[in-house]
């Protein structure tokens, strides 16, 4: 006993444990620093684009396709790895076991790439978030800091990894619990012991950067909305549920077979299609009065709040907004528009329930929907309850989140981001080499 507390004590004073302590906890700072700026400067793109909207709604026709195409061309010429959400390259970097291709995943250049990229991208008004790229963001500076500082294998086989990428998902979204949910339930589909620790001190400390610099705010605003929980509540869960998860699941296989078939065109004609992409995104924002452009976080916002109505038609004009953003392979997330589309959906189904508060109907529809493309369901309906501060809806909540993931499983069975990590697992896995024949048996005489 007295070994193991002199060991403890040992390893706790030791100069190369304090070093180990500074770095990460300064590299969480760091992620919590970005993540703050980041957001500000989403939102400054986001209504830079809505003011030429604003000049004339006929303009996204013209700029919005070069912009998608000038984004599309500096991912692919000076940002490879950086395209897309983010999170694939990270669940792929966790199933990579060679730290030199990780590297090519998660880096410096990476980080600034989506940064500047995805900026670019909401300024052109592409239905994309900036949530997904933050834990890209959260997991590179981690992960590249560690291999800096030379750290031991076992923070830097996975830990780094899922500590940066939790940390990313707590800043963006100021949501601390669903962020080590995410990073558990999504990215690495298990609890690990040795990362426990590392991944919720991560969270912490870049959570608390981002609300030194932000405030203490909710992301989708206070909702006081609450459902009386008894038998006659069952139908508007279950519909909500059912529908957010088929409706997402939609989604998912939508976009999964999209990329597939895109991709291989994408490679030898990256401008055309991201033309071509860019000119559907602005002719869809015509269609939906320009409803569809950006993030949707002022739509998902407003639907919430209970203080705007929308289309019937913008939940779907959103998703397909969002579908087309993605194939332009421009760097962008899928998890603020999918609160818009959740939303939106949410809104268009409290018209079925006139007795039940809307507010309420439309967190049912946003953390059904959002649950049915991510399938986690439990990140789902706590990073809803997290972001309206609202947590008499709890058992609702959970009940739509677990529905939806069973609704949304029947029509995409695999989820999204294992889905689409799998591109870059087989881009970073070297063939395997030819082997030679077996020799034929010989016959006993």
């Known amino acids: 006993m007295l070994k193991r507390i002199f060991q403890s004590a040992n390893g706790l004073l030791s100069p190369e444990s304090w070093r180990i302590r500074i770095i990460f906890w300064t590299g969480a700072v760091f992620v919590g620093l970005i993540a703050s700026l980041f957001a500000r400067a989403a939102d400054y793109s986001n209504t830079l684009f809505m003011r030429l909207v604003a000049v004339s709604p006929w303009l996204p026709l013209l700029v919005t396709p070069a912009l998608i195409m000038l984004v599309a061309w500096l991912t692919k010429r000076y940002f490879p790895g950086s395209e897309g959400s983010g999170i694939p390259q990270c669940i792929a970097a966790l199933n990579i076991h060679e730290e030199s291709m990780r590297g090519k995943l998660l880096s410096w250049r990476i980080a600034i790439g989506k940064v500047l990229l995805t900026l670019l991208g909401l300024l052109s008004g592409a239905s994309i978030g900036r949530e997904g790229p933050t834990v890209h963001i959260g997991a590179a500076v981690l992960f590249s800091l560690g291999r800096l500082g030379r750290f031991p294998f076992h923070y830097m086989d996975r830990g780094m ?78 519909v ?21 078939i895109i991709r291989p065109i994408y490679r030898r004609r990256t401008l055309l299609v991201a033309g071509i992409c860019g000119l559907l995104i602005a002719l869809i924002g015509i ?14 916002r407003a639907l919430v709040q209970n203080t705007h109505d929308v289309n019937g038609a913008f939940p779907y004009l959103k998703l397909l907004a969002t579908a087309v953003s993605y194939w332009s392979g421009i760097p962008g997330g899928i998890f603020a528009p999918s609160l818009a589309t ?78 689409l990590a799998e591109n870059f697992i087989t881009a970073a896995t070297p063939p395997a080499a030819d082997k030679p024949a077996p020799e034929p048996p010989t016959k006993t005489p």
């Open 161 to 238: 990894i899922l500590a940066g990428g939790a940390a990313g998902i707590a800043a963006a979204f100021n949501t601390p619990l669903a962020g080590i949910l995410f990073a558990i339930e999504e990215m690495s589909r298990s609890f690990e012991e040795r990362t426990s620790g590392t991944l919720i001190t991560a969270v912490i400390i870049a959570g608390i950067t981002s609300i030194a610099l932000l405030g203490n705010y909710t992301y989708l605003g206070i909702v006081p909305a609450n459902i009386q929980v008894t038998p006659g509540i069952f139908m508007p869960v279950f």
């Open 240 to 260: 909500c549920g059912v529908a957010g998860g088929l409706l997402g699941g939609l989604f998912s296989t939508l976009l999964i077979r999209g990329q597939r």
């Open 287 to 300: 269609l939906s009065g320009g409803a569809t452009y950006g993030s949707g976080y002022d739509a998902a």
């Open 342 to 419: 959740g939303a939106g959906l949410g809104a268009h189904l409290a018209h079925w329930f006139p007795h039940i508060d809307v507010a309420a109907i439309v967190l049912l529809g946003t953390v059904a929907y959002f649950a049915g493309v991510v399938q986690t369901p439990i990140t789902a309906f706590v990073i809803v309850m997290e972001m309206t501060h609202n947590n008499d809806l709890l058992i609702p909540l959970m009940a739509a989140s677990f529905i939806a993931y069973g609704a949304s499983r029947l029509v995409c069975p695999k989820p999204i981001y294992q889905a």
